[in-house]
Every structure is written in structure tokens, then in C-alpha cells.
């Protein structure tokens, strides 16, 4: 049995999610569909993460046994036949037997757009959250400086049955930092990990802060209690781009 690692990229705009799910298209369940036609067998893929409805990837990573001995380079191309033109494999390459792409993640790199001039281009719409109204974003840029650390992220984590009152839903942010292009205002942030929702109720939270309606202070408090003591939207995932997984 071959232990095979691929990269891939897709635009998640069709799909369900990451994850499997009876009846939704997904991204694993692609996947799954593809490899088991070449191998003639079921065949189960992880990914370094579940990324939610909507969300892209410019580099997912994903690992699956195999038997079948085809060469790497035949498996890629035969992957990229058969899967649909919004899933791209870019990589495959032979992996040790002990390799799973999320338990052995060290950090992830996550870029969430927003394009702030008031008309949006419909080729983009897919691809940002269109926040044309004035924000402050010095403003904004102040308050990512305060994800960066390490904190309990409950606050800024949707709800889940996994995150039970005793789970531990500490996160270490390595850098967290905004970035104007023209008229796309970017915010990348790497991590050791990720919560549900998370980076997309950050995004949310740097919003707020940037129209008032959220203070350094309270973004310091909901940080150290866990507790989300203020109304937070949750950014649409069309923004969200997952960059890179490092290990």
C-alpha cells in the first residue's frame, strides 16, 4: 500500500464544504470519487482541514492510500481528467506511511478579500465579501495586532457539539496583518490552527472595530475570558482562501 500526498486548489463557490456529506457535493467527496474509479476500490481521503461552504483554497493538502502502482505524474494528470474544472490537483508526490496532512500541520496561512470600491466586478463576487461603505482601517489593522498570540479563541469560534465547555480552544496566532491592492483590502493571518468560523468572525470583528462598534478593549476581553460579550458578524466565506499548510 502506497501512501500518496496531493495539493490541490479549488473554488469552493459549488460546494458544501470540505467534508463529506449524503446528497451535497464536496470537495472530499470529489475527491473520494475520482481516486476510487482509478483504484477500483473505495478509497478515503484526509485533508489538513475542513474548510466551510464556499470557502477556496489555493493549497489544500490531502493524503489517501493506494494500490494501484501508477506513477505520480499519470496519477495527476488522470485526477485532473476526471475531476470537475473548479478542483485542481497540482502536486502529487509519494509520502511515508505515518503522514496525515492535519495531525501533522505546524500552521496554516488563511487570506480572507474585500473589495472596497463601490461597484463590485462580477467576475470578483465570487471571490470577496464587497464592503463598499467607509471603513476605518487603521483602525482595523490596530485590532489584528491583538489576535497575535496566544489565546483562548472561543469567543470568535461558531458553535459546534465538539467544542464542549471542557475543550481546549486555545490558538496561537503567529501573524495576523492587513494589506491594501488596489481596491482589495486583504487580510492574512497564519496560525498553529483554526476554529470553525474563525477567521471569518475575525474578519467580522476587524469590521466592527473599524465602525465603532467594537474597542480594543473588548476584543482584549472577549480574548482573555472566552466569552463573547458583544455582537460579532460572521463574514461570508466567499472571501476566504485557504494559502498554505506547513509541516
Avoid at 457539539?161 to 491592492?181: G, N
Wanted: charged share 25%; aromatic share 8%.
Amino acid at each position: 500500500m502506497r501512501r500518496i500526498r496531493l495539493e490541490m486548489s479549488y473554488d469552493g463557490t459549488a460546494y458544501s464544504g470540505w467534508q463529506v456529506q449524503p446528497g451535497l457535493a464536496t470537495i472530499q467527496g470529489e475527491l473520494q470519487r475520482v481516486l476510487s474509479r482509478i483504484e477500483e476500490a473505495p478509497v478515503q481521503v484526509h485533508g489538513s482541514g475542513r474548510t466551510d461552504a464556499g470557502v477556496h483554497a489555493y493549497a489544500q493538502v490531502a493524503a489517501f492510500d493506494l494500490r494501484n502502482p501508477i506513477p505520480t505524474e499519470n496519477l495527476q494528470r488522470a485526477m485532473n481528467r476526471l475531476l470537475p474544472k473548479d478542483i485542481r490537483v497540482n502536486e502529487v508526490r509519494e509520502a511515508t506511511p505515518d503522514f496525515h496532512p492535519r495531525h501533522q500541520a505546524v500552521a496554516k496561512t488563511y487570506r480572507y478579500r474585500m473589495y472596497r470600491e463601490r461597484v463590485c466586478p462580477p467576475f470578483e463576487r465570487y471571490f470577496v465579501w464587497h464592503q463598499h461603505a467607509p471603513l476605518d482601517e487603521p483602525a482595523m489593522e490596530r485590532c489584528a495586532q491583538l489576535f497575535v498570540g496566544t489565546h483562548n479563541f472561543r469567543a470568535f469560534a461558531a458553535s459546534d457539539d465538539r467544542y464542549t465547555p471542557e475543550a481546549d480552544m486555545t490558538r496561537t496566532i503567529f501573524s495576523a496583518c492587513l494589506q491594501r491592492e488596489g481596491a482589495i483590502l486583504r487580510f492574512d493571518v497564519r496560525g498553529s490552527g483554526f476554529l470553525k468560523h474563525m477567521v471569518r468572525n475575525l474578519v467580522g470583528a476587524l469590521v466592527e472595530a473599524s465602525v465603532g462598534n467594537l474597542t480594543e478593549a473588548d476584543v482584549n476581553e472577549m480574548l482573555a475570558s472566552g466569552e463573547r460579550t458583544l455582537g460579532i458578524r460572521t463574514a461570508p466565506p466567499s472571501g476566504l482562501f485557504l494559502v498554505n499548510v506547513e509541516y
